[in-house]
Protein backbone atom coordinates (compact mmCIF):
# COMPACT_ATOMS: atom_id res chain seq x y z
CA UNK A 1 0.00 0.00 0.00
CA UNK A 2 3.06 2.41 1.09
CA UNK A 3 4.48 2.22 -2.55
CA UNK A 4 1.21 2.18 -4.19
CA UNK A 5 0.81 5.80 -1.77
CA UNK A 6 4.36 6.86 -3.05
CA UNK A 7 4.24 6.08 -6.82
CA UNK A 8 0.83 7.57 -7.04
CA UNK A 9 2.31 10.72 -5.42
CA UNK A 10 5.84 10.35 -7.63
CA UNK A 11 3.37 10.09 -10.40
CA UNK A 12 1.00 13.37 -9.23
CA UNK A 13 3.90 15.50 -9.06
CA UNK A 14 5.14 14.98 -12.72
CA UNK A 15 2.17 16.17 -13.88
CA UNK A 16 1.49 19.05 -11.68
CA UNK A 17 4.91 20.99 -12.20
CA UNK A 18 4.58 23.98 -14.14
CA UNK A 19 5.62 23.78 -17.47
CA UNK A 20 8.91 23.87 -18.80
CA UNK A 21 9.77 26.95 -20.82
CA UNK A 22 10.66 26.42 -24.49
CA UNK A 23 13.36 28.08 -26.21
CA UNK A 24 15.71 27.21 -29.42
CA UNK A 25 18.51 28.73 -28.36
CA UNK A 26 21.44 26.62 -30.40
CA UNK A 27 19.74 27.40 -33.42
CA UNK A 28 19.95 31.35 -33.34
CA UNK A 29 23.59 32.53 -34.51
CA UNK A 30 24.64 34.90 -32.33
CA UNK A 31 26.87 38.00 -32.52
CA UNK A 32 30.07 37.16 -32.95
CA UNK A 33 31.30 39.90 -29.93
CA UNK A 34 29.93 40.69 -26.86
CA UNK A 35 30.19 44.51 -27.70
CA UNK A 36 27.21 45.24 -29.94
CA UNK A 37 28.02 48.11 -32.47
CA UNK A 38 24.94 48.49 -33.60
CA UNK A 39 24.41 51.12 -36.46
CA UNK A 40 21.05 52.56 -38.38
CA UNK A 41 20.25 55.81 -40.42
CA UNK A 42 16.87 57.54 -41.50
CA UNK A 43 14.97 55.53 -38.70
CA UNK A 44 11.68 56.51 -37.64
CA UNK A 45 11.08 58.33 -34.24
CA UNK A 46 9.40 55.07 -33.40
CA UNK A 47 12.28 52.96 -34.57
CA UNK A 48 15.11 55.13 -32.82
CA UNK A 49 12.82 54.37 -29.33
CA UNK A 50 12.39 50.47 -30.31
CA UNK A 51 16.37 50.38 -30.45
CA UNK A 52 16.66 52.51 -27.22
CA UNK A 53 14.36 50.71 -25.32
CA UNK A 54 16.53 47.47 -26.85
CA UNK A 55 19.77 48.29 -25.88
CA UNK A 56 18.42 48.90 -22.31
CA UNK A 57 17.09 45.79 -21.89
CA UNK A 58 20.38 44.50 -22.96
CA UNK A 59 22.82 46.89 -20.70
CA UNK A 60 22.30 44.53 -17.72
CA UNK A 61 23.42 41.51 -19.12
CA UNK A 62 27.33 41.24 -19.75
CA UNK A 63 26.58 42.48 -24.19
CA UNK A 64 26.88 46.64 -24.10
CA UNK A 65 25.95 48.34 -26.97
CA UNK A 66 27.21 51.00 -28.49
CA UNK A 67 25.92 53.25 -31.70
CA UNK A 68 28.42 53.95 -34.47
CA UNK A 69 28.12 56.22 -37.47
CA UNK A 70 29.69 54.41 -40.50
CA UNK A 71 29.39 50.14 -40.89
CA UNK A 72 32.54 48.79 -39.75
CA UNK A 73 32.53 44.90 -39.38
CA UNK A 74 31.08 43.70 -36.93
CA UNK A 75 27.80 45.59 -36.53
CA UNK A 76 24.34 45.28 -36.62
CA UNK A 77 22.26 47.69 -38.82
CA UNK A 78 19.00 48.33 -38.04
CA UNK A 79 16.51 49.63 -40.56
CA UNK A 80 12.76 50.58 -40.56
CA UNK A 81 10.63 50.65 -43.80
CA UNK A 82 7.11 49.64 -45.32
CA UNK A 83 7.98 46.27 -46.32
CA UNK A 84 5.85 44.27 -48.60
CA UNK A 85 5.09 40.90 -46.02
CA UNK A 86 3.38 41.05 -42.97
CA UNK A 87 5.61 40.49 -40.77
CA UNK A 88 6.70 42.67 -37.44
CA UNK A 89 10.28 42.39 -37.66
CA UNK A 90 12.99 39.71 -38.60
CA UNK A 91 16.80 39.60 -38.32
CA UNK A 92 19.00 38.17 -40.97
CA UNK A 93 22.64 36.99 -40.33
CA UNK A 94 24.11 38.69 -43.39
CA UNK A 95 27.84 37.97 -42.52
CA UNK A 96 28.36 34.56 -40.57
CA UNK A 97 31.78 33.92 -38.99
CA UNK A 98 31.20 30.92 -38.71
CA UNK A 99 27.92 28.34 -37.90
CA UNK A 100 27.17 29.42 -34.46
CA UNK A 101 28.05 33.34 -34.46
CA UNK A 102 27.79 36.41 -37.18
CA UNK A 103 29.99 39.31 -38.16
CA UNK A 104 26.67 41.87 -39.58
CA UNK A 105 23.37 41.59 -38.80
CA UNK A 106 20.70 43.09 -40.09
CA UNK A 107 17.57 43.70 -38.13
CA UNK A 108 14.45 45.08 -40.09
CA UNK A 109 11.61 46.80 -38.41
CA UNK A 110 8.40 46.72 -40.85
CA UNK A 111 6.73 49.67 -40.58
CA UNK A 112 3.80 48.48 -42.66
CA UNK A 113 2.80 45.89 -40.62
CA UNK A 114 -1.20 46.81 -39.17
CA UNK A 115 -0.23 44.75 -36.00
CA UNK A 116 2.83 46.79 -34.91
CA UNK A 117 0.58 50.76 -36.82
CA UNK A 118 1.54 53.67 -34.16
CA UNK A 119 1.97 51.72 -31.28
CA UNK A 120 5.19 52.55 -29.42
CA UNK A 121 5.17 49.30 -27.29
CA UNK A 122 4.55 47.01 -30.20
CA UNK A 123 7.79 48.36 -31.54
CA UNK A 124 9.78 48.35 -28.14
CA UNK A 125 8.36 44.51 -28.12
CA UNK A 126 9.54 43.84 -31.21
CA UNK A 127 13.05 45.49 -31.43
CA UNK A 128 13.92 43.59 -28.18
CA UNK A 129 12.46 40.33 -29.57
CA UNK A 130 14.74 40.53 -32.83
CA UNK A 131 17.62 42.18 -31.10
CA UNK A 132 17.31 38.54 -28.54
CA UNK A 133 18.03 37.02 -31.68
CA UNK A 134 21.03 38.65 -32.64
CA UNK A 135 22.08 37.33 -28.57
CA UNK A 136 21.29 33.55 -29.56
CA UNK A 137 17.84 33.68 -28.07
CA UNK A 138 14.99 31.40 -29.72
CA UNK A 139 11.51 31.73 -29.17
CA UNK A 140 10.00 30.81 -26.02
CA UNK A 141 6.80 29.27 -25.93
CA UNK A 142 6.11 31.06 -22.11
CA UNK A 143 4.82 34.61 -21.39
CA UNK A 144 6.72 37.04 -19.30
CA UNK A 145 9.17 37.69 -21.90
CA UNK A 146 9.51 39.89 -25.57
CA UNK A 147 11.01 36.26 -27.05
CA UNK A 148 7.28 35.37 -27.80
CA UNK A 149 6.11 35.53 -30.94
CA UNK A 150 3.79 37.85 -32.46
CA UNK A 151 2.24 40.60 -30.45
CA UNK A 152 2.36 40.51 -26.78
CA UNK A 153 2.37 42.54 -23.63
CA UNK A 154 5.64 41.90 -22.60
CA UNK A 155 8.41 44.18 -23.69
CA UNK A 156 11.31 43.01 -21.92
CA UNK A 157 13.90 40.26 -21.54
CA UNK A 158 12.99 38.14 -18.50
CA UNK A 159 15.70 36.26 -16.14
CA UNK A 160 15.77 33.07 -18.03
CA UNK A 161 16.83 35.41 -21.29
CA UNK A 162 19.50 37.63 -19.81
CA UNK A 163 21.05 34.37 -18.14
CA UNK A 164 21.12 32.64 -21.63
CA UNK A 165 22.64 35.70 -23.00
CA UNK A 166 25.08 35.93 -20.04
CA UNK A 167 26.07 32.41 -20.41
CA UNK A 168 26.52 32.51 -24.39
CA UNK A 169 29.03 35.62 -23.91
Request: glycine share 6%; hydrophobic share 35%.
Amino acid sequence: MRRTVGFLTVLASLFLVAPVANATHASTPHFTTNMFRIYYDNLTSLGVAAVTHARNNLNPTDVTTSQISSKTSPYIYVRDADYPDNFLGNSLCEVPSSSTSCLIYLIRLNSASNQLASVQSRWNKTACHEFGHTAGLGHRTTSGTCMVQGISTYWNFDQHDKDTINAGY
